[in-house]
């Protein structure tokens, strides 16, 4: 239940999305690019499409789908140094986790013996830059993908419809939509959920932070990143249809 007192920092109602935009082919020599503004975070999703995929698949028929991600040193309040000394186990993670999603996105089956390489660069971080990464990810992908579909290479059916990404969490006992850096930062519970366009889940990672949640807490957020990601995954159909 909402506390009447309660109020976000930057004066958004609990169930609110903070302004979300894309900035298709942002950068021009990527077979797909997009700048994400998503409140103050912005992260450049770029799409490389290379020819053959790991050994371990080759001779299989099938592609492939993997990302990398990186905050660049000054995204940060702080400067953040870059990691050239080997990958932080944060870094690992939201690189898993990204190139997990967007595989559910893509047929591979059907892409012949090619990788598909995202890389999510934060440009500047104010929260959520995960889920900005699968959010933009997939209007990369798909605007990388359109030039093979157009031209046979591949079915369009490869590409499935959008699939986005949103954090939910717990705030001073309310649940709330879409936290920004300085919510997350005190929040006692963190949820991130990757969803279908049709309300399936692909993950859900949920830490307390502060206070354990119940049930009835979990599907209260569950139910807040179903609505943000009606609202994100009509965003992202829009753009597409609109470059057609």
Not at 27 to 52: F, I, K, M, P
Not at 113 to 119: F, H, S
């Amino acid at each position: 239940m909402m506390n009447n007192d309660f109020s976000r920092p930057d004066g958004r109602q609990f169930d609110e999305l903070r302004s979300l935009s894309f900035t298709p082919d942002y950068v021009s020599v990527a077979e797909g690019s997009v700048l994400v503004t998503w409140g103050e975070t912005r992260v450049l999703c770029n799409l490389t499409v290379q020819d053959g995929v790991p050994a371990w698949m080759s001779g299989w028929g099938k592609g492939w789908i993997t990302a990398e991600y990186a905050l660049l040193p000054r995204s940060t309040q702080t400067r953040t140094p870059r990691e050239t000394k080997g990958l932080k186990g944060r870094t690992q993670e939201i690189r898993r986790l990204i190139g997990r999603s967007l595989r559910m996105a893509v047929d591979l089956d059907l892409i012949g013996e090619r990788t598909l390489l995202l890389d999510c660069d934060v440009l500047q971080a104010d929260g959520g830059t995960r889920v900005a990464s699968i959010t933009g990810g997939y209007v990369a992908l798909a605007l990388g993908l359109k030039p093979l579909i157009e031209s046979g290479a591949i079915p369009k059916v490869a590409l499935h419809p959008p699939i986005g990404a949103v954090s939910v969490g717990m705030l001073q006992g309310n649940a709330i939509l879409d936290l920004n850096y300085a919510e997350d930062s005190l929040a006692d519970v963190d949820l991130n959920v990757v969803m279908t366009h049709d309300g399936r889940f692909i993950e859900v990672q949920g830490t307390a932070e502060g206070e354990p949640f119940t049930e009835s807490e979990l599907e209260t957020m569950l139910s807040l990143a179903k609505k943000g990601l009606t609202e994100i995954n009509a965003l992202q159909q829009n753009l597409l249809v609109s470059l057609e």
